[in-house]
């Protein structure tokens, strides 16, 4: 039996009661603490903290300003916290309205001169389908047709300056209004909309302008603009 001791301080290799150390271990979630004798859970900036809460999601275009909306507005729907859209079918009763508001004076006032539009005689079999989408003139129906496209601008450049509503769509209870951010459209964009619709419906090829822009009120995707809303980034919406 050897009589060599181990050095002091240094236990045998060994040793029952070394404490050895220990692994690593996944954690087990947060502790709670447990007094000043106790453990103390994970020190700050433990990468087993718990993560901060995500920073909330951006308000919606519409969630603030004229409409007052609300809602989560995660990016996702793009028509969240926006009033509805308005309905095609009253859209067209309202512009109809609109444009007997300004033809039936127009045609009226032009009586004495002629008249604002002239009938011509298609008896003679030259009329072919393209007649149907395009307009021809005359030095007096296109003196009219200019006369009426400054009319027509005009009147609504004004009102959908003025509150959004021009008086068809005040009856039909629709507004115009910016589609970022619900405002009434300032006078540029009120006008661009203006010129956009009714530049091609008075002086180009008006059955055919109004025929694309009826479809695209019934297809467009999300928000149901016609060429003139696209060019002025505006949207048609209903109203309490």
């Known amino acids: 039996m050897s009589n060599d001791q181990p050095t002091s301080g240094q236990p045998p290799e060994e040793d029952p009661f070394l404490k050895k150390p220990q692994e690593p271990q996944e954690p087990q979630g947060p502790r709670e603490p447990q007094g000043p004798q106790g453990p103390q859970g994970p020190p700050s900036g433990s990468p087993y903290d718990s993560a901060p809460p995500p920073p909330p999601p951006p308000p919606p275009p519409y969630d603030s300003g004229p409409y007052g909306g609300g809602g989560p507005y995660g990016g996702v ?105 619900g405002r009434v459209p300032d006078s540029g964009a009120s006008f661009l909309r203006a010129v956009v619709l009714w530049l091609p419906a008075l002086l180009c090829c008006p059955c055919l302008w109004w025929l694309i822009n009826i479809v695209l009120m019934f297809t467009d995707k999300p928000y149901r603009q016609g060429l003139h809303d696209k060019a002025a980034k505006t949207v048609v919406v209903q109203t309490d």
């Open 77 to 181: 729907d793009p028509l969240a916290g926006m009033p509805p859209l308005g309905e095609p079918g009253k859209r067209i009763l309202a512009r109809l309205i609109d444009f007997l508001i300004i033809s039936i004076p127009l045609y009226l006032i032009s009586l004495p001169w002629g008249g604002a539009v002239e009938m011509r005689d298609n008896n003679s079999g030259n009329s072919n389908f393209s007649d149907v989408f395009s307009q021809t003139y005359s030095g007096h129906q296109l003196l009219w047709s200019l006369i009426g496209l400054v009319v027509y601008v005009g009147y609504d450049t004004y009102f959908t300056h003025k509150d959004g509503r021009t008086i068809g769509k005040r009856l039909l209870k629709l507004r115009v209004a910016m589609l970022n951010d």
